[in-house]
């Protein structure tokens, strides 16, 4: 019957949407997607990926501000579940359509199709993935490009535009690696094999041994790894949309012999800036002018390299191709290596840089409500590797909150909220392994008043390792935050908040927290709904290096159908 009703709404929505469409075309974006796993070779060595109509990265969405964007998505994936999160779209007034399984909705199980239905409220670049599990890493993202309105220009001139997506890549598969990182021993995910810009790297074959030798498995004159090629007129500009998607790498991007001028980061205009070399961590997207004014005569390397971890991955590569020289003309120089990976002052100055541009500016409220201090930590629990916050160990309820919330179903996630700092934070010291690393685990949550304003800082500390820290990129669902300030060490309470930049701080979604450092942002929790805060390196947030955070969920109208149907949900929800 539901089935039934579904199919009618689904045809009802269909001809509205050709009406609306014959009557303005820019309104409504539909996209018809299956989600299915495939045999691909993206760095010559085949393996199984998670393609969407069969490519990965997935179709790009080009839609523009205040459109609405339909995507029906089909699990065609035959034994496992799916959902797709939209990065960077805050979801106003669709909490239910963020993607996140276990917070906002139950899985997409095999065979079934799921509605997603959104307004892209501003111009800018964002991305969608998995959001399931560690699915991500197999090769389920795409791009997501909004225009600005009808008859508003941007303060920034170019003639092309154009996305590239950079990524890390294992030849093993999510469910290899979320066994190894849930095992004792522990079995970490290693390195990865390549870096792929745009869906291309390039493994070399001639270092494996059998099986993997065998006829077919790694072929380095596949087309289909062939580099990527960025194709330029000379003379013109072009608006680079630079965004990160790694499992794990903090990557350097730069394009040997031009210079890039940041102007965009996450969806806001940055006050321009001119860098050789790009940082960028998972989860962050960058807009860069370049110019194609360099001798034509020859192409150039662009090149993506691993930092802050010491690399063990070879140069990602593509082809910066002046147009009319032959795209396969490989250029005459040896591929830029990047700047030096353990470099950390650079990677801190460049993040403080990074500010919001003149005349683009949102002040942000000069007080906060309420101040939360998460401090990052590798942990053991009962023998398990794990991450924390402030001891806690994140792991998802079977039953999503927004459904436990909105539908009164009770004992379903720890009712205990979360710390709000860490124990002893007077004497903790960062640059020594715990003393004492067992942690707890829990699915509790952060309950925010709603409208209000609240800091979060992230203070990084040492590992189980000696002398090391890692870099961790924090990303925010539903919401953009200001980044306030970022240091090296130990925040101090009473003085680093005196050198905040409340003037022209730039807004983001994800932000880097750097090794031994912190970062101060601050956020006014308005969009009501249940939403994640985690770091985005898909093994960390396996391991529980995450938050969630609650706010006006009373304000929230009757939840989707669609989206209940596990856990509790099953049972206790009676349309
Ligand atoms: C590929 O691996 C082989 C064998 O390990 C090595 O001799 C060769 O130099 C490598 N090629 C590249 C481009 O790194
Ligand atoms: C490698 O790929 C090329 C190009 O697709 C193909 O011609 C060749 O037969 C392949 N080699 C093997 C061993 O599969
Ligand atoms: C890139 O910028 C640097 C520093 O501003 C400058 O010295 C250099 O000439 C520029 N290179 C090009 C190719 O424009
Ligand atoms: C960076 O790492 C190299 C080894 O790869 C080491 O020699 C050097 O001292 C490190 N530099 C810093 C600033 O930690
Ligand atoms: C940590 O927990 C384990 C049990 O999982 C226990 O054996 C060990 O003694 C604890 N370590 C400390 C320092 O308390
Ligand atoms: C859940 O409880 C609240 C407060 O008691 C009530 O207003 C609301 O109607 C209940 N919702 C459902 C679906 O029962
Ligand atoms: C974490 O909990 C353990 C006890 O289980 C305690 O010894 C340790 O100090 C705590 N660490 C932090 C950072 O709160
Ligand atoms: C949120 O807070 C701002 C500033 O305090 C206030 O102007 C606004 O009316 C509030 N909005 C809601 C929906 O409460
Ligand atoms: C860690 O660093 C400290 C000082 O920075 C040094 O004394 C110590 O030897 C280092 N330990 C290791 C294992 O490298
Ligand atoms: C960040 O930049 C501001 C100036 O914009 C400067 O005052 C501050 O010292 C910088 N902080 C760091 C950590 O580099
Ligand atoms: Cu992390």
Redesign the pocket.
């Known amino acids: 019957m539901r089935r039934v009703l579904f199919g009618l709404l689904c045809l009802c929505l269909f001809i509205s949407v050709l009406t609306v469409s014959t009557v303005e075309a820019s309104k409504i974006r539909r996209y018809k997607w299956e989600v299915k796993y495939e045999y691909k070779a993206q760095d010559c060595f085949k393996k199984l990926v998670i393609t969407i109509n069969g490519k990965t990265p997935g179709p790009s969405i080009l839609a523009q501000q205040g459109d609405t964007v339909i995507v029906e998505l089909k699990n065609g994936l035959l034994t496992e579940n799916v959902a797709i999160h939209w990065h960077g779209i805050r979801q106003i007034g669709t909490p239910w359509s963020d993607g996140t399984e276990g917070i906002t909705q139950c899985p997409i199980t095999p065979g079934d199709t799921f509605m997603y239905k959104f307004v892209v409220d501003r111009a800018g670049t964002y991305l969608y993935h998995a959001h399931y599990g560690m699915q991500r890493e197999a090769g389920l993202y795409g791009s997501i490009r909004v225009s600005v309105p009808d008859g508003v220009t941007e303060p920034f001139l170019y003639d092309y535009d154009r996305s590239i997506i950079l990524n890390d890549w294992y030849h093993k598969t999510p469910f290899e690696q979320a066994t190894g990182l849930s095992s004792i021993p522990f079995q970490w995910v290693g390195e990865p094999q390549s870096l792929l810009i745009q869906g291309r790297g390039r493994f070399n074959c001639s270092g494996l041994t059998y099986p993997s030798l065998e006829p077919g498995v790694c072929n380095a004159t596949l087309p289909e790894c062939s580099p990527y090629l960025l194709i330029v007129i000379p003379g013109k500009t072009y608006r680079l949309r630079i965004a990160s998607l790694t499992s794990l790498s903090a990557l350097n991007f730069e394009i040997e012999g031009h210079n890039m001028t940041v102007v965009e980061a996450d969806g806001h205009y940055v006050e321009p800036f001119v860098v050789k070399n790009l940082n960028i961590y998972s989860g962050e997207t960058y807009s860069v002018l370049i110019k194609a004014d360099q001798d034509p005569s020859r192409n150039y390397w662009a090149a993506s390299n691993v930092i802050s971890r ?1 690399p063990t991955t070879p140069t990602g590569l593509a082809i910066l191709n002046y147009y009319p020289n032959h795209p396969r003309k490989s250029p005459p120089t040896i591929p830029p290596t990047g700047p ?6 650079y990677r801190l100055a460049q993040s403080n840089a990074t500010k919001a541009r003149q005349g683009y500016v949102h002040t942000p409220p000069l007080t906060s409500d309420r101040v939360i201090t998460l401090l990052n930590t590798q942990n053991n629990i009962d023998g398990y590797r794990r991450w924390s916050v402030n001891n806690v160990s994140f792991t998802l309820p079977h039953t999503p909150y927004l459904i436990a919330l909105k539908e009164n179903i009770t004992n379903v996630f720890d009712q205990t909220p979360p710390p709000e700092a860490y124990n002893d934070m007077e004497n903790y010291d960062i640059y020594k392994i715990p003393v004492n690393p067992n942690a707890t685990s829990s699915n509790g949550l952060y309950r925010l008043k709603f409208n209000s304003t609240v800091d979060i800082v992230l203070q990084n500390a040492n590992t189980m390792s000696a002398n090391n820290s890692e870099t961790h990129p924090w990303h925010l669902h539903g919401h953009d935050f200001w980044v306030l300030g970022q240091g090296k060490g130990k925040f101090d309470p009473m003085n680093d908040p005196k050198e905040y930049n409340l003037v022209n701080p730039i807004m983001k979604n994800t932000v880097a927290v750097h090794t031994f450092g912190w970062t101060a942002l601050r956020f006014i929790a308005d969009n009501p709904g249940v939403w994640a805060f985690h770091c985005h390196i898909e093994a960390h947030f396996y391991m529980g290096m995450g938050i969630v955070l609650e706010s006006g969920v009373e304000k929230i109208g009757k939840l989707p159908s669609s989206i209940m149907g596990c856990g509790k949900t099953k049972e206790d929800f009676r349309p």
């Open positions: 010491k030096v990976w353990n470099d950390s002052d």
